[in-house]
């Protein structure tokens, strides 16, 4: 049996309820560190790719998840759509990493939220994201 979970960081609330979320994850909310927001999860046999690394499309799931989840944190929407979402491969995930994304909104008007993130395992970046959210 895979221990990865356990290792998550205190306070790590699961965040995977329901649908697609489910299915990919599990992805956790940690706790904030001033006005950037954390997330993470564990990576699993489930998240590789045929090379043996974290799988890239899986990567680009948790960021889209982290900066929408920041973006309604931000905005107090209770929905945001992705506009358009930007990423840089860094670096590999390996099995049994945790890996966490810190996001930070760059700039919010009425209806639009800018965000940056960067998602890493330790010291290692495995990848950079910035993206565009709607608030509905």
């Known amino acids: 049996m895979d221990t990865a979970p356990n290792r998550l960081p205190e306070g790590a609330e699961d ?5 697609f979320n489910r299915f990919a994850g599990p992805f956790y909310r940690l706790p904030d560190e ?3 927001r954390r997330f993470a999860f564990a990576a699993l046999e489930k998240h590789m790719n045929g090379a043996g690394t974290v799988h890239g499309g899986l990567l680009m799931t948790f960021a889209d998840i982290a ?3 920041t973006s309604r944190l931000a905005s107090g929407a209770k929905s945001c759509s992705t506009v358009s979402l930007n ?3 860094v670096g590999p995930g390996r099995l049994g990493d945790i890996v966490e994304i810190r996001v930070s909104v760059s700039r919010q008007t ?3 939220v800018f965000l940056t993130a960067i998602v890493f395992c330790g010291e290692r970046v495995l990848m950079n994201a910035s993206g565009l959210w709607r608030i509905a």
């Open 110 to 112: 009425r209806t639009l």
């Open 67 to 69: 900066m929408s989840r």
């Open 34 to 36: 001033g006005a950037v």
């Open 87 to 89: 990423c840089d491969f």
């Open 15 to 19: 965040i995977s309820t329901g649908g």
